[in-house]
């Protein structure tokens, strides 16, 4: 004899009509999509990969040039708010620079200190080992 008994009785089962359709569904297009994505991405990779998408980001940058110079020169923007903003620009080109450099030269500074220190090790093995 079981030791509890279920208030419904057992049955299979089975899904719903909806998830079967569902079911089909996605077996028919689950592969046609996949293809599609594959190519879809293949385009991409071909189209950043060449010369094309250099050429239009090269153009918006350009074209976004112009249209600053272009209101700088006729002066539709609040004045000052187009050179302030080129003048930053400017000074944070300039700071990163002399960050490069300085890292550069404490680099240079640090290799300079690392060969020293081997030099006098070297110098003080060879004298105990003879």
Same mark, same amino acid.
């Given at each position: 004899?079981?030791?509890?008994?279920?208030?419904? =009785?057992?049955?299979?089962?089975?899904?719903?009509p909806?998830?079967? #359709?569902?079911?089909?569904?996605?077996?028919?297009?689950?592969? $046609?999509?996949? @293809?599609?994505? &594959?190519a879809?991405?293949?385009?991409?990779? &071909?189209?950043?990969?060449?010369?094309?998408?250099? @050429?239009? #980001?090269? %153009?918006?940058?350009?074209?976004? &040039?112009?249209?600053?110079r272009?209101?700088?020169?006729?002066? @539709?923007? =609040?004045?000052?708010?187009?050179?302030?903003?080129m003048? $930053?620009?400017?000074?944070? #080109?300039?700071?990163?620079?002399?960050?490069?450099?300085?890292?550069?030269?404490?680099? @240079?500074?640090?290799?300079?200190?690392?060969?020293?220190? /081997?030099? &006098?090790?070297? /110098?003080? %093995?060879?004298?105990? #080992?003879?």
């Amino acid at each position: 004899m079981q030791r509890y008994q279920n208030s419904y =009785p057992n049955r299979p089962n089975t899904p719903s009509p909806a998830a079967e #359709l569902g079911g089909r569904l996605w077996r028919w297009l689950g592969p $046609q999509l996949g @293809t599609l994505g &594959r190519a879809a991405v293949a385009r991409v990779v &071909r189209f950043c990969e060449g010369e094309e998408a250099q @050429t239009i #980001l090269g %153009s918006a940058f350009q074209r976004v &040039r112009d249209a600053v110079r272009w209101a700088w020169k006729n002066d @539709t923007v =609040p004045s000052g708010r187009v050179r302030q903003a080129m003048d $930053q620009y400017e000074e944070r #080109l300039a700071a990163a620079e002399r960050r490069q450099a300085q890292r550069e030269l404490r680099r @240079t500074q640090q290799d300079e200190k690392r060969k020293a220190r /081997e030099q &006098r090790y070297a /110098e003080k %093995s060879s004298i105990y #080992l003879g």
